[in-house]
Each structure stands twice: as C-alpha cells, then as structure tokens.
C-alpha cells in the first residue's frame, strides 16, 4: 500500500511567486492534516481535512495560503504570493476514519526555499 | 491538548538501552501518550501509543506510571539508525485531532 505522497519535494522559489503543493494521502483515508516546521521552530498544525470539508483551519497563518481537497481525495495547499517566512517543510499527514486514537501517517514533506 | 516537556537532546553509544521521558502534568482522564519519530529529511512516524501502565511493540516500549504525569519511552539496545527526533505528544482522538508537536529530543548514537 503507498504511503503519503507529496510533491514536489523541494520548491526554490522568488518572493511574490505563486507555489502549490500537493499532497496524496493513503487510499481510503478521510482526514488529512497540513503542518509545517519553519526554521529553528516546532512542527506546527496548519489545518484538518475531513473528506473535503475543512474540519479545523485554525493554524492557516494568513490569507495568502488556500488549502483545498477536491472530492476527499488528494489535496493541494498554495501560497500566493509567497513571503521570506513561508520558507519551512510542509508535511501532509492522513489518517483513517475508523477509531479513536488511531495514528496519522505523514508524508516526506515539502522543503520550500522562498528567496 | 496537554502540554509535553522532554528533553532537548541525549547521546548514546550503539547497543545500549536508551529511556526517554516526557512529563505532562496536565494530562486528561481520556487522553493518550503517543511517540513519534522523525529521521532527517522525513516526516514523523508512529512508534508507540498507550493510555497506562506499559505497552510493548517490536520497536519499543512505552512506561506510564500510575499518575499518568509522565512517562517514559524505551528503546532497547540502540543501533545508529536510532539516530531522529523523538516526540511526546499527548491528546484524545489522536487519530482525528491535530497533533501538537513540543520540542522533541534529538537522540544521537554513536559507535
């Protein structure tokens, strides 16, 4: 079974640029959550997907990223325009809709370079 | 979502047991302690979860006490692909709440 899938795994982009990521969680899993790590700073929940709806967006920094998830299956995050300080790694985790307690798998992570 | 703290690094030698603790003082009847970990240039994974007492699995063990305030993962005999960041993080519905990530400890293990 494949794992959490992000792409692309690096993005260097200028400031004001437009980037999208994407993120295919495991098959058959309805939530998916975003997280990012800026330098030197903790891993930091960004929002929650369940199925297509967003459940908790609570950590989404400001208007400048739009997270989407077509028909609950892959979902993509874009920056626009992109600042200095959205450089960092996004990960994308997912997890099933079965039980409590269950874990959240995630993906390799997107390292973006804003410059 | 209780608060975590643990160390922010320990060393190691390979072959030798490693226990990592992890106070959350402020834990909720209905919360449960999970450890994640996290190699380089990947994200976390799943290592262990439990609620009280001890929970074995092939990768680890996970210690709770009887209050619950604390606990203690433990891996045995360390190899250097132990080498990661090790998380505590404790919460309800882990599976479908986000997960607050603390400082983690940066395990090093050496020859």
């Known amino acids: 079974e494949a794992g959490v899938t992000q792409f692309p795994s690096h993005s260097v982009i200028e400031k004001g640029q437009t980037v999208t990521l994407r993120c295919d969680p495991i098959?058959?899993?309805?939530?998916l959550y975003w997280y990012r790590r800026v330098m030197g700073k903790e891993i930091k929940f960004l929002l929650h997907?369940?199925?297509?709806?967003?459940?908790?967006e609570s950590g989404m920094p400001n208007n400048r990223f739009l997270a989407e998830r077509t028909g609950g299956t892959y979902s993509t995050l874009k920056v626009q325009p992109a600042e200095l300080e959205d450089s960092g790694v996004y990960f994308c985790?997912?997890?099933?809709?079965?039980?409590?307690?269950?874990?959240?798998?995630f993906g390799q992570g997107t390292r973006l370079t804003v410059v | 979502l209780a608060k975590t703290t643990q160390p922010i690094s320990m060393d190691s030698y390979e072959g030798q047991e490693v226990n990592i603790t992890c106070s959350h003082n402020?834990?909720?009847?209905?919360?449960?302690i999970t450890w994640y970990q996290q190699f380089p240039s990947q994200g976390p994974r799943f290592i262990i979860q439990?609620?009280?007492t001890k929970v074995t699995n092939e990768v680890a063990s996970l210690f709770i006490p009887a209050d619950r305030k604390s606990s203690t993962l433990s891996l045995p005999r360390v190899s250097l692909s132990d080498t990661a960041v090790y998380y505590c993080?404790?919460?309800?519905?882990?599976?479908?709440?986000?997960?607050?990530f603390g400082t983690g400890t940066r395990l090093l293990v050496s020859p």
């Open positions: 402020n834990i909720a009847t209905n919360d449960y």
């Open positions: 993080l404790v919460g309800y519905n882990t599976g479908f709440q986000k997960l607050v």
């Open positions: 997907f369940v199925k297509e709806s967003k459940q908790d």
């Open positions: 439990g609620y009280k």
């Open positions: 098959s058959g899993h309805d939530n």
């Open positions: 985790a997912s997890s099933p809709q079965i039980r409590a307690n269950t874990e959240a798998f």
